[in-house]
């Protein structure tokens, strides 16, 4: 069932993005060879693999052709096509399986699943009819957040919810897709916790990162977490718990609401994170390197931190500013993803520091203004 991938083999990645540009380059390393299916020519992964299939994610002739030619396939996000992938997985070695992807396209499921695994999530309803959502406001009362059950990122899909007034536009949300209800929960702070585990069932947790969201889009990742002791070790716990309970093989991405003393899971995402980018230069061993690692059957390395870091992320409209303050910071490590256009608010790279002065570090980056 589970095999060891080789240096000179082959991996395959669906989905072209920042993601997997970051994972092929950590697998190129080791000497592997890439493939990847992105429905664009030059997408930031298609620029460094060996091999590019161009077609869109559920196109079941591509995805054949990307496991003619791979050795072992993963994915770079969850929104790929589920019957698909199990479609794949009958003639090619898809060691993550296709029941993560199952679990973690759907709010609806994914929350289930968490608290099947023993973990708090925010009190939800599931909204599939106005019904629902009026019983779900009775229930929860208000402030809620609205969520569509599938799709959403960087806050797209989401309204708030603090009164009667913001019924309306609710409701045309809820008759056209499924959503879940949440309670908005008064967190002092949001963690991430990225658990890595192989089919031996050898895991380890990378260092929580602390993630500050500007317009519901990741801005900063601080590490290790301005948090307590205890929350750290409920967070290790509860990741534990829920790749336990997944049969986790890859990459698990935990999303946590820090309230006092008490931890809620937030959401999850089965790939290497956005707010774990940090570890490319401030750990042994990268959430990319030890993705390829779990899924390629190597034994796992145990993290370790270097130093504190911060992670920021360069939105289009950062990037040009970014770029003109470069000379001045040799202590930026720059990493850009190939995008050609620098639409506003997307994602076109980061930057991370290594600081033994925490505050001093965040003080300097809003003095450059560039986020301001
Ligand atoms: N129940 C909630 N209570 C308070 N804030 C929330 C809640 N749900 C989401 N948020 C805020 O919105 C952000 C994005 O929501 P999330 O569910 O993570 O969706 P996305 O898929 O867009 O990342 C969260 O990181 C958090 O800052
Ligand atoms: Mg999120």
Known sequence: MSKV?????????????????????????????????DP????????????RIVAGYEDQEALAELAEVSDV???????????????????????????????????????TEIEKAGVPVAPFTIVETVEDL?????????????????????????????????????????ESVPCVLE??????????????????????????AENIHVNHILHQSIVPARVTNAIEK???????????????????????????????????????????HYSIEACNVSQFH??????????????????????????GQHVVPATNQLAKHPEWSLHLYGKHEAKENRKMGHITIMTDDMERTLFELEETTIWS
Not at 10 to 32: P, S
Not at 40 to 51: E, K, L, R, Y
Request: charge should be negative; hydrophobic fraction near 40%.
């Open 73 to 111: 396939i993963t994915y770079e996000f969850e929104n790929i096509d589920y019957a698909g992938l199990k479609k794949v997985m009958e003639y090619a070695y898809v060691p993550q399986g296709a029941e993560l992807i199952r679990i973690t396209q759907d709010r609806r499921i994914e929350k």
């Open 5 to 37: 991938i080789y240096p000179g083999q082959t991996i395959g990645i669906i989905g072209g993005g920042q993601l997997g540009r970051m994972m092929a380059l950590a697998a190129k390393e080791a000497g592997f060879r890439v493939a990847v299916l």
């Open 290 to 315: 030890q993705h390829i690692r779990a899924i390629c059957g190597w034994p796992l390395r145990k993290p370790r931190l270097w130093e504190s870091s911060v992670m920021v992320n360069l939105l």
């Open 134 to 174: 009026h019983r779900g406001i009775e229930q929860l009362g208000y402030p809620v957040i609205l969520k569509t059950a599938r799709g959403g990122y960087d806050g797209k899909g989401q309204l708030k919810l603090t009164s009667e007034e913001d019924l309306h536009e609710a409701q045309k949300i809820v």
């Open 183 to 208: 309670k908005i929960i008064p967190f002092t702070t949001e963690i991430s916790t990225i658990i890595h585990r192989n089919a031996a069932g050898e895991s380890y947790i990378l260092p929580i």
């Open 234 to 276: 409920k967070a290790e716990l509860a990741a534990k718990a829920i790749a336990e309970h997944l049969d986790l093989i890859g990459t698990l991405a935990v999303e946590m609401f820090v309230v006092e003393e008490d931890l809620i899971i937030n959401e999850l995402a089965p790939r290497p994170h956005n707010s774990g």
């Open 40 to 51: 664009a020519m030059d997408s930031p992964c298609g620029q460094v693999a060996d091999i």
